[in-house]
């Protein structure tokens, strides 16, 4: 759907095209589906992002200029900041992933080719899984 070339067989010529192809044949709110657990996740992890940032930076500012400003502690700190917002937002979006397979996989409409190889890979991850269990 990005490529400069697309080919000729596509689904969808364009962004906009893929977009309202899908609110004419899913409806208005389908392509805002999973954005509520998103947002939910991206408040905490934000806050958290620049609560470390601004803490590491003043930390590591002091201990290597002191009263001064350093481009080591701005990268060190933005480094760390972002490992903390990543650990923090990762569950949000695999929730929001699963959630969204979950539906598929319950749904019983018409499936195209690329929901079908979908599909059939998450059953086989949870009959492997259901497998270990036992």
């Not at 657990?37 to 003043?58: D, M, Q």
């Amino acid at each position: 759907m990005q490529s400069l070339q697309p080919d000729p067989a596509a689904r969808y010529r364009n962004v906009m095209d893929a977009l309202k192809r899908i609110v004419r044949t899913e409806g208005f709110w389908r392509p805002m589906r999973g954005l509520n657990v998103t947002a939910t996740g991206a408040g905490p992890a934000h806050a958290l992002y620049f609560a470390c940032y601004e803490k590491i930076k003043k930390t590591l500012s002091d201990t290597i200029h002191p009263g001064g400003n350093s481009h080591i502690a701005n990268g060190a700190a933005g480094c760390v900041a972002t490992l903390f917002h990543d650990a923090a937002m990762n569950p949000a979006e695999v929730h929001r992933y699963l959630v969204d397979e979950i539906e598929l996989l319950t749904s019983h409409k018409p499936m195209d080719d690329l929901q079908f190889r979908s599909k059939s890979s998450w059953i086989l991850v949870f009959e492997d899984l259901d497998a270990r269990v036992k």
